[in-house]
């Protein structure tokens, strides 16, 4: 059965400075992974999709990257602000079961 | 404007009421998809919908219902509620899933709350 892990679970940066977060999954039977962004009370807004014969998609200050045989993806924030705290989610669609899957999220909080 | 609602976007009933939470979409996206999102336990997929008259069941389907007969709606449907059932619910569509699945777009949520 398909698990996916988010670590760390929070995450607190300074202003302008760098990121990286993790997700990985143990059943590398995926058609995509997809990264989310979830503020407080709302729902979620996708960020970025990789398609399983990718490797990366860059959106803006956004790249994330996955290597399938290794069951991982990173999300990297370059110059981080504010405004990008929130909890970030990873999910994967499971190849042949168009079931999807989401870690448990990583709470950054970008202090001014 | 390109969006998935979801109506109510809050409910508090008593256990055993019938209730339906209303999905539609207004992006001809054929993959929808309901959740629940829980603390400690992430976002889990009750069902989902390939097309119009497909559903399959996701992660945790028991007590819910669905129903897809017409593209652009998805509702979800709790024939006799518990309290184990209280939780934030998002529905959600994509253009397609699969192989050649997209990005999926999320509704703004119903609390829902069973006494």
């Known amino acids: 059965k398909q698990e996916v892990t988010q670590i760390p679970a929070a995450l607190s940066v300074p202003e302008g400075e760098n990121l990286v977060l993790n997700c990985s999954f143990t059943?590398?039977?995926?058609?995509?992974l997809q990264w989310f962004r979830q503020d407080p009370g709302k729902g979620l807004t996708s960020l970025l999709l990789?398609?399983?014969?990718?490797r990366e998609q860059t959106s803006g200050r956004l790249n994330a990257s996955l290597d399938k045989s290794s069951g991982r993806s990173t999300l990297y924030i370059a110059a981080s602000q504010p405004g990008d705290s929130a909890t970030y989610l990873c999910a994967v669609e499971g190849s042949g079961t168009y079931k999807y899957i989401f870690g448990t999220g990583t709470r950054l909080k970008v202090l001014a | 404007e390109a969006q998935v609602t979801q109506n109510p976007r809050y409910l508090i009933t008593v256990t055993g009421k019938k209730l339906t939470v209303t999905c539609s979409q207004n992006?001809?996206?054929?993959?929808m998809s309901w959740y629940r999102q829980d603390p400690g336990l992430g976002l889990r997929q009750i069902y989902y919908?390939?097309?119009?008259?497909?559903?399959d069941k996701g992660d945790v389907p028991e007590g819910y219902k669905v129903s897809r007969k017409e593209k652009r709606n998805f509702p979800l449907i709790l024939e006799s509620p518990s309290p184990n059932q209280t939780s934030l619910y998002f529905c959600a569509s994509s253009r397609r899933g699969g192989r050649f699945g997209d990005e999926q777009y999320f509704g703004p949520g119903t609390r829902l709350t069973v006494t």
């Open positions: 992006m001809n996206h054929e993959y």
């Open positions: 919908s390939m097309n119009v008259e497909v559903t």
């Open positions: 990789i398609q399983s014969s990718q």
């Open positions: 059943d590398s039977a995926i058609y995509n």
